[in-house]
């Protein structure tokens, strides 16, 4: 079991938040790269927000519509990809 900063014993993370390797945005704004989808049920903003202060990178994220039951039932949810932090410092300078 891992440990934070404090020592405190934290469970692992549902979603293989580590395992993304960093995506780019083209130049008509489609994200390409690595991403995962978190169902909405599943309390997606809070996961993200988790995974931000956990991992101290940047994640973008889009709401979506999936089939993610074997019956093919659509639902809402967010698609996750890990950003590319260079890209964004050069997005903040400008």
């Not at 994200?31 to 809070?46: H, K, L, N, V």
């Not at 973008?60 to 993610?68: G, H, I, N, P, Q």
């Not at 996750?80 to 964004?88: P, S, V």
Request: aromatic residues 8%.
């Amino acid at each position: 079991m891992e440990t934070g900063k404090s020592g405190r014993k934290r469970l692992p993370e549902e979603y293989p938040f580590d395992q993304l390797t960093p995506a780019t945005k083209t130049a008509d704004g489609k994200i390409m790269g690595p991403s995962f989808f978190i169902p909405i049920s599943d309390r997606a903003e809070g996961r993200l927000a988790a995974a931000r202060k956990r991992h101290k990178c940047l994640f973008w994220s889009r709401k979506t519509f999936e089939a993610v039951t074997p019956g093919g039932e659509v639902v809402p949810g967010l698609r996750i990809w890990r950003g590319d932090e260079a890209l964004a410092e050069l997005a903040n300078k400008s």
